[in-house]
């Protein structure tokens, strides 16, 4: 995720296209008023550490949605104290118990996500599909650790140092009270569905949402808790990040973080010091490899779901689109086509292939990245354009041609929706501007031969890469690892990694028989000679 950057400069408008269609709303559209009554909001503050007030706003038209509690640094004292109280009962609960509520939170997640699609599009401004896109991570999470934690964190037999006679056996311990720091972008897949297993390893949280999208968490809270956590195993608290930030990253046995670089490095050095260990998932600056076998159409189509889901705000999404040259005319006459018919829209229902913004600060930097493309000779060949008429963040889906390197859009981090084109003409030449980043975090690769994809999916320097698709395939394999390399972060998500990273792994080895020592009479030389015979043996057996 980028930080955000000041800009006032405004983008220059396009003349090659009278602006993306609107989405129709349905003939009763409903508003935030009807979704977030003062009953809801007062029944979500209750999950709130803190006594002071803050405001949330709706991106979509920018009015107040929600007065919530603000927690003060003795707040989070407080949520800790309480967190850590509560963990070790938490802690004992058999595992197979504690995976329950997260299948049975699986189930309840699946009946209501009408009522947290509305908060997550409310509270982000994104599309109603591309808010689904969470309701189907959590699931999918939620299903993975529900089946999966007991066997990750089962006791596991190692061959000792000596075979038959030392006992070795892994086991799993939570490592407390997990301290979470989540992102505005995806409010409820990166809250709740990137802490399901701690729980499920035994921990307690407390949770920093971001307070734009607070309901969000606040919702996943109560319904995790309807589900069977018990409520003071997860705290919330609330504030300025200056504030809050640190005090949560300063008391937790274990940090995860969601957000930009620079916070990250300000995270993981926090972290260092006091020797705890953490999982970063930071920025990135992700590319597609259309290669000259591509099926161009089903390239197109997946370019804009890469590069648009969410308003491009999101880690994994597309920003640089590299295609080969001798495809690359008829590749973009289906892309932008795609990209000019996009339909925007605010309404709580399907239908927008592309929603808002989340803050004048997110639309200031995407101006700032267009017009300084534009004014160094960069073409728009679609947007390029805010759309104050749907709404007073929205932006139009933007491609950009002709990209230098001076221009700030071709290495830096936009995080909305443009995406940059660039032309290749080898496949060693495209690797080679892929990987021409600091940062690592996703990537995709479009062929029409499977195994050419994988192949040149394994030469590109990030933790993910999807063959034929933009981003989905891999986030939502959970039983696969998913993160950055480079400056896109540390650690992993899903998979044996995403549930062991909240653990403390302890060796026991029970010592039987003979002593690891001369014994039965051996003298030192006697027993130095046996103990390298036997090291031999073990060797020639084929003994790991």
């Known amino acids: ?44 503050a209750r999950g709130v550490v803190g006594s002071g007030r803050t405001r949330s706003r709706s991106p979509f038209t920018g009015e107040v949605l929600a ?30 118990q504690r995976a329950a509520v997260l299948l049975r939170f699986h189930d309840l997640v699946l009946a209501r996500q009408s009522e947290v699609l509305d908060l997550v599009q409310l509270e982000t401004g994104k599309a ?54 989540a992102p505005w972008n995806y409010p409820f897949e990166l ?37 069977g956590l018990p409520a003071d195993v997860w705290q919330i608290v609330l504030g300025e990040g200056p504030v ?38 930071l920025g990135g600056k992700n590319a597609m490899l259309v290669l000259d076998d591509a099926d161009l159409d089903k390239a197109a189509e997946g370019a804009v779901r890469g590069a648009f889901s969410s308003a491009g705000q999101l880690c994994i999404s597309i920003e640089r689109l590299y295609v080969h040259e001798s495809v690359a005319d008829a590749f973009l006459e289906r892309f932008v086509a795609r990209v000019r018919a996009m339909r925007l829209g605010a309404s709580l229902a399907y239908g927008a292939d592309m929603g808002s913004l989340v803050s004048e600060r997110q639309l200031q930097n995407v101006q700032q990245h267009v017009a300084d493309a534009v004014e160094k000779g960069a073409a728009v060949l679609a947007g390029g354009r805010a759309r104050p008429d749907i709404g007073p963040l929205f932006y139009e889906p933007t491609v950009l041609d002709g990209v230098e390197p001076q221009m700030a859009v071709c ?23 892929a990987n021409a980043t600091p940062y690592g975090l996703n990537s995709s690769v479009w ?11 394994a030469r590109l320097r990030t933790g993910t890469v999807n063959v034929n698709e933009g981003y989905a395939s891999a986030y939502g394999s959970a039983q696969a690892p998913m993160g950055g390399m480079g400056d896109s972060g540390l650690g992993r998500r899903h998979g044996s990694e995403g549930i062991l990273k ?20 051996m003298s030192d030389e006697a027993y130095a000679a046996f103990m390298s015979r036997s090291l031999k043996a073990l060797k020639t057996l084929r003994f790991r």
């Open 191 to 227: 809250s709740v569905g990137d802490v399901l297993p701690a729980f499920a390893a035994g921990n307690a949280v407390v949770t920093k949402p971001d307070t734009q999208t607070a309901l969000t968490a606040l919702w996943a809270r109560d319904l995790l808790v309807e589900a």
């Open 128 to 181: 109603r599909l591309h808010a689904h896109e969470e309701v189907q991570a959590v699931a999918v999470a939620a299903r993975h650790y529900g089946r999966k934690a007991p066997a990750y964190l089962r006791p596991k037999r190692h061959t000792g140092a000596i075979p038959a006679l030392t006992k070795v056996t892994e086991l799993r311990h939570p490592r407390g009270v997990v301290g979470q720091i």
């Open 244 to 281: 809050v930030g640190p005090e949560v990253v300063d008391r937790g046995d274990y940090v995860s973080f969601t957000g930009s670089t620079r916070t990250g490095r300000e995270v993981a050095g926090r972290a260092a010091a006091r020797l705890v260990g953490c999982s970063l998932e």
């Open 447 to 457: 062929s029409g031969n499977g195994r050419r994809g994988r192949e040149v999916a």
């Open 502 to 521: 909240y653990t403390e792994s302890q060796t026991v080895a029970h010592q039987r028989v003979l002593p690891m020592a001369p014994s039965l009479g």
């Open 1 to 44: 995720m980028t930080d955000s950057q000041d800009s006032t400069r405004t983008a220059p408008r396009t003349e090659h296209s009278s602006g993306n269609p609107v989405a129709p709303a349905p003939a009763r559209a409903r508003t935030a008023a009807d979704v977030v009554t003062p009953g809801l909001v007062a029944a979500l």
């Open 411 to 433: 290495g830096e981090e936009t995080f909305g929706p443009v995406v940059s084109v660039y032309r290749f003409s080898d496949t060693d030449e495209a690797v080679g501007l």
């Open 67 to 96: 007065e919530l509690p603000e927690s003060t640094p003795e707040d989070v004292a407080a949520a800790f104290e309480t967190a850590r109280a509560a963990q070790r009962a938490w802690a004992a609960t058999p595992v197979r």
